[in-house]
């Protein structure tokens, strides 16, 4: 109303009155929040794009390739695995949070102008004409739709809520690793904080804001969704309560991207200190249970004699060691090209899973070149993205 006012006064009522013709202010914001929602889209998925880049850079790192660490199930020592693996896992799960935000993207990037405040308009606007100078891939189809709903509001709230989730996974896992108990990682100086009373300690502040702040986006989420919940068709005045919460989960996720991949792009993982903690758990005793299931065994035997020289063994892998191939003789298969360097070391253990997203250096080499392709092809269709988005800022500018 304000643009308005200030064209009547520059031009008179008779050119300046005419701006508002088959128009509403409820088409017109529903327009805005596309526009601002499949903009802010865009930004978040160049910084996801960021995030995945520098995780690939630290997966395909010659340390991380040959660096074995333990991996786990209920935090308990599983089965052992690359660190380059073990990257790459947090990388194809931003691939699928940056997938959801193309697919947020399409559902947005519809014009609802010409719905008016709820029916439509008597004057015989071509629709397609604003869609198509605004760059977007169609209109709405129902004008009580177009103005009522924010549902493109949600998913985005959705998609971006389900990133941070995935971003404080991997910054628990951070923090977890900082510890002197895991060591696994050592904190960067210039990312990380000191304590106001005990001189010794760096703190892996970054990490543990941006795990912290994706409880923000849920609150964000589950705003939006209130909101919109039991509102009649059409418009409501309940909708301009859609913005500040939007707006914050687009901000948080923001800062929270940019820092987290700074903080990736300084530190420093502990090959030697991963290794040490592969070695210890009985981490092999699956492959022992395989070799037998591959010998005739019914698995759920052999899983069962596996279990009883784990037990006996007290967690001993050296006493372990010597059990299993007490047992392995017992079942004649001693000698068959099993040997320790086989069966019971964790390089064993890894290069034995060759499939396709196996943890074998094999296998880890064909994800790297999966992963390279995606993000080279992702980065080539957001680059038009980003031009599609700068072209109709300056058309509005």
Request: net charge negative; charged share 25%.
């Amino acid at each position: 109303m304000n643009v308005e006012h200030l064209l009547i006064d520059d031009l008179g009522m008779t050119t300046g009155g005419k701006l508002h013709t088959g128009r509403s202010r409820n088409d017109q914001v529903a327009l805005d929040m596309r526009l601002m929602v499949r903009e802010e889209l865009a930004r978040v998925m160049s910084q996801v794009l960021s995030l995945q880049k520098t995780l690939l850079g630290l997966a395909g790192a010659p340390d991380a390739r040959d660096a074995i660490l333990p991996g786990y199930t209920h935090m308990q020592h599983a089965q052992p695995v690359l660190l380059a693996h073990h990257l790459l896992a947090h990388f194809w799960r931003l691939r699928r949070d940056f997938e959801r935000l193309t697919e947020c993207y399409g559902r947005t990037n519809l014009s609802p102008l010409g719905s008016g405040a709820l029916a439509g308009t008597m004057f015989p606007l071509d629709r397609t004409v604003a869609s198509k100078m605004l760059r977007m891939r169609g209109c709405t189809d129902n004008s009580l739709d177009a103005v009522s709903d924010r549902d493109f509001c949600a998913e985005s709230a959705f998609a971006l809520s389900l990133l941070m989730i995935h971003l404080s996974s991997m910054c628990e896992e951070l923090v977890l690793w900082s510890t002197s108990e895991f060591g696994f990682v050592t904190l960067p100086r210039t990312l990380s904080g000191g304590s106001s009373m005990m001189p010794q300690k760096r703190n892996p502040d970054i990490p543990e804001l941006v795990r912290g702040k994706s409880g923000r986006t849920l609150g964000d989420l589950v705003a939006v969704l209130t909101l919109l919940k039991s509102l009649p068709l059409a418009y409501n005045r309940d909708l301009q309560e859609d913005k500040e919460n939007l707006f914050d989960a687009f901000d948080t996720v923001g800062s929270s991207l940019r820092a987290l991949t700074s903080f990736l792009d300084e530190v420093d993982f502990d090959g030697a200190r991963m290794r040490t903690s592969a070695e210890v758990g009985l981490m092999t005793a699956t492959d022992l249970a395989d070799l037998l299931a591959t010998k005739g065994m019914d698995f759920r035997t052999a899983h069962g004699a596996v279990r009883e020289i784990a037990d006996k063994s007290g967690g001993d892998d050296r006493v372990f060691c010597r059990l299993a191939y007490d047992l392995l003789r017992r079942h004649r298969l001693e000698g068959r090209g099993t040997t320790d360097q086989d069966f019971l070391s964790v390089e064993g253990a890894i290069d034995r899973r060759r499939t396709d997203g196996g943890t074998a250096a094999t296998a880890v080499a064909r994800q790297l070149e999966k992963a390279k392709a995606t993000v080279k092809a992702d980065n080539t269709w957001l680059e038009g993205l980003m031009q599609q988005v700068a072209a109709v800022d300056e058309l509005l500018d």
